[in-house]
C-alpha cells in the first residue's frame, strides 16, 4: 500500500476530461452487474423511441431503463421547432406504455428547473425530490409516476 492512495502500489490512477464511450460503458457495465448481483434483479435494458422527419433526421427521441419493474428516463428531447404541439408528451407516453407492457409499475425522472417540471407535472409526475442551486439559481428536480397496469 501506499501512503499516498491507501491502494496497493500497482494501482494507477488517471484523470480523464475526456473520456470515451467504451470506457463509460465499461464502467457502466460493472455497475450494472454489481445491481444485478446484489439486488438478485437479472434484467435491464434500455429502451428508446425516436421521431424522424421526412428526411431522416433525428427530430426527438426519449431513452430510459427498465430495471426493477422501474422505468428510469435519461433522456427526453424534441426539436426546438416542434416544442409545443404534443410530441414530447406522445414521446413519454409511448415509452410509458411500452414499459407497462414489460411489467413496469413506476417511472422517475430528473430534470432541471429550466427544462420541464411542469411538463412531467401536467402528465402525471409528482416531485419527490429537488437541490437547489444544482445548477446555481436554478434546481434539479426528481419526479416519480405510479404507472397503472394497462386497462385502468
Request: charged share 15%; net charge neutral.
Amino acid at each position: 500500500m501506499t501512503a499516498e492512495t491507501g491502494f496497493p502500489a500497482p494501482l494507477r490512477w488517471s484523470i480523464d476530461h475526456h473520456p470515451s464511450d467504451h470506457a463509460i460503458q465499461a464502467l457502466r457495465n460493472e455497475l450494472i452487474a454489481y445491481n444485478i448481483a446484489t439486488a438478485a434483479i437479472d434484467a435491464s435494458r434500455d429502451l428508446a423511441v425516436f421521431l424522424h422527419d421526412a428526411h431522416g433526421r433525428l427530430t426527438g427521441g426519449i431513452v430510459g431503463t427498465i430495471w426493477g419493474q422501474c422505468l428510469e428516463i435519461t433522456y427526453l428531447w424534441v426539436h426546438p421547432g416542434l416544442r409545443g404541439h404534443g410530441y414530447g408528451s406522445r414521446l413519454l407516453q409511448t415509452l410509458e406504455q411500452e414499459a407497462r407492457s414489460q411489467q413496469c409499475h413506476s417511472a422517475i425522472v430528473d430534470t432541471y428547473s429550466f427544462q420541464g417540471p411542469a411538463f412531467y407535472l401536467r402528465l402525471g409526475y409528482e416531485v419527490f425530490g429537488a437541490i437547489d442551486g444544482y445548477p446555481q439559481g436554478h434546481q434539479k428536480v426528481f419526479l416519480k409516476k405510479r404507472l397503472a397496469p394497462h386497462g385502468r
